[in-house]
């Protein structure tokens, strides 16, 4: 996916502001032309214009409310505003009929992230239709269960609370830097970040599209590095989050099948879990969020305060096509450090030859 940068130095409201555009029918509309998709019918653009108005307000009265309840409306606010973005890009209305996520919980346990999250309806349940429209995926996810303790340590930007929190859990993202040479690229990551893994070559195999798309990964810098060197025709296969940070996310072994998803739709799933369980079994939530001593509320806490930015980041990309990338620009000011050493030269010469003619005349 291509990138855009969008200078901004407040980038929550940003990308609201751009989402809240495609609000008003006439935008819509607008979209449409522009990306050669039939324009949709009365009822569609209604819910688009609808599902993002929705979506706002559940946002907004989620910022402002409690822990107790804040998950809950984050779950419906993500969803709906999903529901717009594949709508604005269809201009059909997805066929979403239930949640699509069905949760156990498990006697005897204590903490949150012991609770299971099963996978039900995969044709129109609201996670598998994200699932498979937004992110292309054609995996067969139909009755798979992820405990919530691995779908924690599936989301990066959680990487470090996990570690800190949850002492028995693995973590499904590996952090990675990305080196540049000329026209090839690799990428490189600290083996101590697989140290809850007992077999670490194992767990390198299982990140997903590696063996296609990279070399055999090579230990470097007196064991303290790995190294991933792309195929000539390989792809890209890095996760990157809002910030700019990279990773490689490691697929989830179930049997015969290996699971691998986008990093929101584990926040999507932890959400749904918090949310269900807040509205639902408030004699397990309220204890919990009134006297956690483990450190658990922390981290949950950092996962909700993540989708207040992380979901509406997603849908803005999706809508653009591209990787949002924001940054803060001083008025006037262009920053030339990192132009193309061919073209510098270019300006240089022409520069120089510019001067030679105007000497001469």
């Known amino acids: 996916m291509d990138r855009q940068k969008i200078f901004t130095q407040n980038p929550d409201a940003e990308q609201w502001s751009r989402i809240k555009q495609y609000s ?35 946002f907004k009265a989620a910022n402002n409310s409690s822990f107790h309840i804040a998950p809950l409306l984050y779950y419906y606010g993500s969803t709906n505003l999903m529901y717009s973005v594949l709508g604005l890009s269809s201009q059909e209305k997805p066929i979403i009929k239930n949640h699509g996520l069905k949760l156990h919980i498990p006697e005897g346990k204590h903490r949150i992230a012991d609770i299971c999250v099963q996978i039900v309806d ?5 996670f598998s239709v994200i699932n498979r429209d937004l992110f292309n995926s054609q ?13 924690i340590g599936s989301i990066p930007e959680l990487l470090s609370d996990f570690l800190v929190c949850y002492e028995d859990g693995l973590n499904y993202s590996i952090p990675i830097n990305k080196l540049v040479r000329k026209k ?53 296969i890095s996760y990157s989050s809002r910030s700019g940070q990279k990773s490689f996310q490691i697929s ?12 929101f739709m584990y926040v999507f799933i932890s959400l749904f879990a918090l949310g269900y369980i807040s509205r639902y079994r408030p004699d397990i939530w309220t204890p919990f969020v009134r006297q956690d001593s483990s450190g658990e509320r922390h981290i949950l806490e950092k996962l909700v305060t993540l989708a207040d930015y992380y979901a509406p980041w997603i849908a803005l990309s999706y809508i653009y ?18 132009m193309d050493l061919k073209e510098e030269l270019h300006e240089v010469v022409q520069k120089e030859l510019s001067d030679m003619i105007r000497k001469k005349t």
Not at 213 to 231: A, C, E, K
Request: include cysteine; charge should be negative.
């Open 24 to 58: 008003y029918i006439d935008n819509i509309k607008k979209y449409a032309r522009a990306n050669n998709i039939s324009i949709g019918n009365k009822e569609c653009l209604e819910a688009i214009s609808g599902s993002i108005i929705q979506a706002e307000e559940y």
């Open 122 to 126: 995969v044709g129109c349940g609201a």
């Open 139 to 151: 995996t067969d996810l139909g009755g798979i269960q992820f405990k919530l303790l691995d779908v």
């Open 184 to 236: 090839e690229y690799s990428y490189r990551a600290k083996i101590r970040d697989l140290d809850r893994w007992n077999n670490q070559s194992e767990a390198i195999e299982m990140i997903e599209g590696l063996k296609s798309n990279f070399l055999n990964p090579l230990v470097t810098g007196q064991d303290q590095y790995i190294v991933f060197r792309n195929r000539i025709d390989g792809k890209d």
């Open 252 to 263: 989830h072994d179930h049997g015969n099948r290996k699971i691998s998803l986008h990093p």
């Open 321 to 338: 096509r591209k990787e949002i990338r924001f940054e803060s620009l001083s008025e006037g000011e262009i920053d030339l450090t990192h």
